[in-house]
């Protein structure tokens, strides 16, 4: 994901191709609620490009292919180690982007990077 502005501009527009999940007042107004990872699910380290230096993909990642530290488990092997990129760490769970299935989450993700991707000539 390389523009947050369009990031932003997208994720604020709403996404018309996948159904927006429910969010339960009680979360949707409480901003001390965080939004956990699923079990078994990975799909921001497979949807997204990456274009920075991963330990074992040292050019990052093109969007759909599952990143090398992406565990059998579905976890990320270097979560919370500094060798990280920033852009994993900056990417949240929440809601609105991992919706109430994984099929959901990926295919959230994949319309992001294709919103997000530079107008080509």
Known sequence: MRDNAAAAQWHNAGLPNVPKPYEPMSTALDPNFVHACRESCGACCIAPSISSAIPGMPNGKPAGVRCAQLGGDLRCAIFGDPRRPACCSGLQPSESMCGDTRAYALA????????TQPERA
Do not use: C, K, S
């Open 108 to 115: 959230w993700l994949t319309q992001l990077e294709v919103d």
